[in-house]
């Protein structure tokens, strides 16, 4: 049944006053002298609207993050790196968003899962006061941002429970400006910061909790600068599942004696969508940007990302590995799958020829087929393999019977020995994998925390 047209809503006022109205310009220009509005300009000048309605959570997360100029690592459209809405489906499908909506923590969960430094409240686990002093801090800081959300009746609005950016505070007046994402439906604008206090303490009906905001930073670092534990499609249920519970069984209910038979164990069991799961980023040159110059920048990006790769094939565990893939018949740069294909009845990691199947970005067969001297990093699957077992939490293997084989294992995978960037990257994968389990356990909304 079709339903009738709505160009826009009025904003009830009181309580909330516009920020294009006389008396909003007022107030911004007031809090602008008190310098409470230097996060206002880096979020203005990535503001978006949602591109559906129940897309408030996604769309507040994507302009926050190109606030921050925290790098994707993956591309949007054509060759550019840029958060969207479609790329944040790691913690719910979009399908489900688009339908439902999505709750306070899976929008933290995928803040911390895109690599941005998070906090997270609920209003049971903070107060006003201290929402107050948060507000604060980020309207002086252009490099904090809080997303809020919130009940939408207590500002007399129409709709239950959004997401929105707050924009800035006025101190004087107490008032925060609330850059409402739904700007087909409502303009930005000024509310009582007790209000939206408020309006934050009420209960979301689908998780039974209440709700709250949080505040997002960017990292010292970028994250995941070759290698991202991908869960874009519902393969990673059970891969997630393999890793954090089948592996440590495998290993401690078989007999295990050498590096290479942990290896065996592990890989003839894998699920055969595993090759959806984790995917490692190249930076590929194209034919046609052959003769465009990278920026400086970019340059030392892709650098950095070749000095990644050359400490993962410089490790221990990445000669065993390779030893051991070559063992089975893993040949140049192809996808571990001739060896245990047969019993079970699919190929694991594998590539088709087809255009249409083989990513550019992440194909190894698409990146073996530009030349060498077009590649920047050059990831194959040895060094995915490598980094999988890397991102295994430490206990996976404390199952191990034969204490000397234990105590190597534990040897190879120590990150003591490791370069500062190698372990930054391996930290990294560990926390994506704690994020994903999270998710798989529908724990999210329990835990707001950063992964350990």
């Not at 949602?50 to 459209?77: F, H, T």
């Not at 690599?115 to 490099?143: E, L, M, P, W």
């Not at 809020?148 to 609005?157: I, L």
């Amino acid at each position: 049944m079709s339903t009738a047209s709505l160009y826009r809503r009025f904003l009830p006022s009181p309580p909330a006053i516009d920020f294009a109205s006389v008396e909003g310009k007022r107030i911004f220009n007031e809090a602008l002298q008190k310098g409470t509005m230097e996060g206002f300009f880096r979020l203005i000048s990535y503001f978006q609207t949602q591109s559906e309605p129940a897309y408030c959570g996604l769309a507040s997360l994507s302009m926050v993050l190109n606030s921050l100029s925290i790098d994707p690592g993956r591309k949007w459209k054509g060759p550019w790196r840029w958060f969207d809405e479609s790329m944040l489906e790691c913690c719910e499908p979009l399908e489900i968003v688009k339908d439902k909506g999505i709750t306070f923590g899976k929008v933290v969960c995928l803040a911390h899962s895109s690599g941005a430094k998070v906090q997270a409240f609920r209003t049971t686990q903070s107060t006003i006061h201290d929402f107050r002093k948060y507000v604060f801090k980020c309207s002086t800081s252009d490099n904090c941002h809080m997303i809020s959300t919130y009940h939408r009746g207590v500002f007399k609005q129409t709709g239950t429970g959004h997401f929105s950016p707050i924009g800035g505070y006025n101190a004087e007046r107490d008032m925060a400006l609330i850059l409402d994402v739904a700007r087909f439906k409502y303009p930005p604008h000024w509310v009582p910061l007790k209000l939206l206090w408020d309006a934050m303490d009420s209960i979301d009906q689908s998780t039974g909790r209440h709700r709250g905001f949080m505040l997002i930073s960017r990292p010292h670092r970028e994250p995941g600068l070759l290698y991202t534990l991908s869960c874009k499609d519902e393969s990673w249920t059970s891969i997630a599942k393999y890793l954090k519970e089948d592996v440590p069984l495998l290993v401690s209910s078989q007999h295990v004696d050498t590096i290479e038979r942990i290896l065996d164990v592990v890989f003839t069991s894998l699920p055969s969508n595993f090759n959806q799961f984790i995917r490692w980023m190249a930076e590929i040159r194209r034919t046609e940007d052959i003769n465009q110059n990278l920026s400086s920048e970019e340059e030392s990006r892709l650098d950095l990302k070749q000095e990644l790769l050359k400490q993962v094939q410089e490790t221990e565990l990445f000669k065993h590995v390779e030893k051991f893939l070559f063992s089975v018949g893993y040949e140049d740069n192809q996808a571990y799958v001739l060896a245990k294909a047969g019993s079970q009845g699919s190929e694991i990691l594998s590539e088709t020829e087809s255009d249409e199947s083989c990513c550019s970005e992440t194909c190894v067969k698409c990146i073996k087929g530009v030349g060498e001297d077009k590649v920047k990093a050059y990831p194959s699957g040895n060094d995915v393999f490598t980094a999988l077992l890397l991102a295994l939490p430490p206990q996976t293997w404390s199952g191990i019977k034969d204490q000397s084989l234990l105590q190597e294992m534990k040897q190879l995978i120590s990150m003591v020995s490791f370069p500062t960037l190698l372990q930054q990257e391996v930290l990294h994968l560990r926390r994506q994998l704690q994020l994903l389990k999270r998710c798989q356990e529908n724990k999210e909304d329990e835990d707001l925390s950063a992964p350990a």
